[in-house]
């Protein structure tokens, strides 16, 4: 899914700040929002309750409820489990409309922390997945207010583009796992003509059965044919 183009000029101060804004803003990775017919108090406390759907970026993932994160806004912060480190975080923003309506927007963000600029640099760098993961989570949020299941079909563009564009990746991670896979038989193959030449496949175990001739029986304890 190919984002719009960046049109709106940056007045930036720190390189940070530019990754941020560009991503979030200028290449409309935070719209306008939805409007939900309910009142603010109600969306931030439904959103407060929410899980992102983590199922949706795999791997290692983990998440929890929604933390108050100022101005009313609601954010979620996206951690690797297994490594204990910050991921992204989701950020949803509610404005009051007045007479029962709210609007929610939802930006993908680098999360706090030492790794904030490199992590807000790879978000940059790939806006499909951004887009998904951001479509991820306005399902998530439209589920959740209107009281009904994850729709994973709505996520039919986004997985398309992110997709397509990580097919690099993903014909290079194939042909590694195919290399990893010719390098481990050759080495199966090596090995046993090794212990061939050493004597032949041994179990480690040892028998002095043997097979009995023609017309002796089976069984030493019964007569012969």
Not at 141 to 160: G, H, S, W
Request: glycine residues 10%.
């Amino acid at each position: 899914m190919l984002l719009p183009p960046c049109t709106r000029p940056l007045r930036i101060a720190t390189p940070l700040t530019l990754i941020a804004a560009s991503l979030l803003a200028a290449c409309g990775l935070a719209d306008s929002g939805t409007t939900y017919p309910l009142q603010a108090r109600d969306v931030r406390q439904t959103l407060l309750a929410t899980e992102p759907p983590v199922f949706v970026f795999g791997g290692n993932a983990e998440s929890g409820r929604g933390t108050p994160a100022g101005d009313g806004a609601v954010r979620w912060l996206l951690k690797d489990a297994e490594r204990g480190r910050s991921l992204f975080a989701f950020v949803a923003r509610i404005e009051d409309l007045g007479e029962g309506q709210s609007r929610v927007s939802v930006a993908v963000e680098p999360p706090d922390g030492d790794a904030k600029g490199a992590i807000a640099q790879r978000l940059a760098d790939n806006p499909s997945i951004v887009a998904l993961y951001k479509a991820a989570m306005e399902e998530q949020i439209d589920a959740a207010l209107e009281k009904r299941e994850f729709n994973f079909a709505v996520l039919q563009d986004e997985l398309a583009g992110a997709t397509i564009a990580n097919m690099p990746r993903i014909v290079a991670s194939a042909d590694e796992a195919a290399r990893a896979n010719a390098q481990r038989s050759r080495a199966n193959i090596d090995r046993a003509y090794r212990e061939e030449a050493q004597g032949g496949w041994n179990d480690g175990g040892s028998s002095s059965h043997t097979e009995p001739a023609f017309g002796e029986p089976m069984d030493r304890g019964v007569g012969g044919y």
